[in-house]
Structure formats: structure tokens, C-alpha cells
């Protein structure tokens, strides 16, 4: 069973820095795309930053030149430094990972738990 496990978030004014971290683990072949999404009530799911195992990423316009984006594909972990932090960005914010398992011949989509992240003005 692949698991993700956030850290980080919490609560910070506008113009501060969080940093997110996520680690998958379990019987993982290989991690194809891992990256981050948040939700806000009302809205639907939305991407912020990926990241594909070829090196590629992908940011929402919202958060490009504001976020930061790596993944360390040995420790199978991913992190978003967000930086000059809005309250737009407020919202919860959920791992998400495109991993072939063990014994598997695709890839599957796997999802942390969430961790809320709280920008005051």
C-alpha cells in the first residue's frame, strides 16, 4: 500500500514563507509525477506546483515566481516553498502522487491527507 505524509503549513500573514514536504512510502516502482494541489471551500481541487520524474514542472499562474518546487526522487519526497504568501492561498493543501507500485503494470493516483494552510491580511 503506497502512503503520502505531509508536514508543514499552518499559519502565517501575508508576505511570510511556508515550506510543505510530503514522502511517499510503501512498494513503489517508480514515482511518475508528484506535486502539490490545494482546495478552497466552494472551489474545486486545484494544481499548484508538479513535478515529473523527467525533471519538468508545471506551476499555477497564481503561484509562479512565488512557489517553489522540488522533489528528491531517492528519498521519494516532494516540497513547495511558498514564498510572499497571500491570503488567496489560504486553503488545504494535499499531496498527490502518480506511482506504479509494486506488482503493478500502470500507474496509480495517491493522495495525503491534507494540511491546512492559513494566510491572515
Not at 508545471?58 to 528519498?75: E, H, M
Not at 516540497?79 to 502518480?98: E, F, H, I, R, W
Amino acid at each position: 500500500q503506497v502512503q503520502l505524509v505531509e508536514s508543514g503549513g499552518g499559519l502565517v500573514q501575508a508576505g511570510g514563507s511556508l515550506r510543505l514536504s510530503c514522502e511517499a512510502s510503501g512498494s513503489i516502482v517508480s514515482i511518475i509525477e508528484m506535486g502539490w494541489y490545494r482546495q478552497t471551500p466552494g472551489k474545486q481541487r486545484e494544481l499548484v506546483a508538479t513535478k515529473h520524474l523527467s525533471g519538468t514542472t508545471k506551476y499555477a499562474d497564481s503561484v509562479q515566481g512565488r512557489f517553489t518546487i522540488t522533489r528528491d526522487n531517492l528519498k521519494k519526497t516532494v516540497s513547495l516553498q511558498m514564498n510572499s504568501l497571500k491570503p488567496d492561498d489560504t486553503g488545504v493543501y494535499y499531496c498527490n502522487a502518480d506511482v506504479i507500485p509494486q506488482s503493478a503494470i500502470k500507474w496509480y493516483t495517491y493522495w495525503g491527507q491534507g494540511t491546512q494552510v492559513t494566510v491572515s491580511s
